[in-house]
């Protein structure tokens, strides 16, 4: 004869944790850093690998740790740097990434001002209300839009403080629901086709692949990428790309601004320095409505946080046989 035995059991997984979901930098002149701290903990009894999914060497958000395992109970801190070299708002959401757990999101906010340019304050209570404000349409409406319709008394704001729509028209936005976690991390919100989120601008590619670029120097680079954004907003928007010095990949032009519903061309350029090497980055650009770059022009309900879109870009200078 023969028995069959039946037998279960739980996989013991890590759990990880941030101190905190946000970490507000605050206002910045140009010019000035400032460090905060964010602690990561392990409260389970077994290893626990992570990694923030961001390129700290081209990022204005600098981190001195991106990657390691965590050993059980273990709490270890995270020192992160903003050093903007545009007066603009900052917005940017980093995913941490865990072996056998869903994503940890922390977000990133800080505003530059100058001499010169004092743009509106991000803060914040306006990333909360911000989600509300996208999952009811109403975030492809630029601020003074938004105030105007308030002034009309066709919005008015709930007890969050977030917008509510009062006439449902044939044009009312529809609803928008935000994603779990896994969701988020794997769906590109630049993407028109693919994404569920609210698409405000989306890029024809985020990926640039120059291949093999041997021969070429700073004098004779190879040929730039085109990139194309598409604005679907009903406001006019300003890209600003964060490109460092002597960084060997940029995008021109630099600053630009995109008109309601329509599409502007960049390119992508690669300008490398050295024979038989890698090159890889991630490059980092800033969309926001163009009403935010002076504070007078916005009231504090309608703020809305900028986007923050990345780029994908390598090539390399191997020669035949040294690859």
């Given amino acids: 004869t023969k028995s069959v035995l039946k037998v279960s059991g739980t996989c013991k997984g890590p ?19 400032i460090l905060r701290t964010l602690e990561i903990t392990n ?3 077994v290893p626990a690998p992570f990694q923030f999914d961001i390129d700290s060497s081209k990022s204005i958000f600098s981190f001195d740790r991106l990657s390691g395992t965590l050993s059980p109970g273990e709490t270890r801190s995270v020192k992160i740097t903003f050093s903007p070299i545009h007066p603009i708002p900052h917005n940017r959401r980093v995913a941490c990434l865990l072996h056998h757990q869903d994503p940890l999101f922390v977000d990133l906010i800080g505003t530059c001002h100058s001499d010169t340019e004092k743009p509106a304050i991000v803060l914040p209570k306006h990333l909360s209300l911000y989600r509300t ?21 066709k919005l008015s704001t709930d007890s969050e403080g977030a917008l509510v729509l009062h006439e449902q028209t044939e044009g009312t936005p529809e609803i928008h629901p935000f994603p779990d976690a896994v969701t988020e991390y794997f769906n590109d919100d630049f993407n028109r086709e693919d994404s569920i989120l609210l698409s405000h601008i989306t ?8 291949g093999r670029c041997v021969g070429r120097t700073e004098e004779t680079p190879p040929e730039p990428l085109p990139l194309s954004l598409t604005n679907h907003t009903t406001g006019k928007v300003t890209v600003m790309w964060t490109c460092k010095p002597h960084s060997p990949f940029r ?3 630099e600053v630009t601004d995109i008109p309601p519903l329509k599409s502007t061309a960049f390119r992508v350029v690669f300008q ?3 024979i038989n090497t890698l090159y890889e980055a991630e490059l980092e650009g800033f969309i926001f409505y163009k009403v935010l770059r002076n504070y007078r022009n916005v009231k504090d309900a309608t703020v809305c946080p900028p986007w923050c879109i990345t780029l994908r870009v390598r090539g390399h200078t191997f020669e035949l046989g040294q690859e």
Avoid: C, H, W
């Fill in 43 to 45: 409260s389970s009894d």
């Fill in 15 to 33: 759990k990880v944790s941030l101190q905190t979901s946000l970490l507000n930098f605050g206002l910045v002149n140009l010019g000035e850093k």
């Fill in 272 to 274: 490398p320095s050295q």
């Fill in 133 to 153: 404000n996208m999952t009811r349409g109403l975030t492809i409406y630029p601020p003074d839009i938004l105030d105007a319709m308030i002034e009309e008394n």
């Fill in 251 to 253: 995008v021109t032009p």
């Fill in 203 to 210: 890029a024809s590619t985020r990926n640039f692949d120059f």
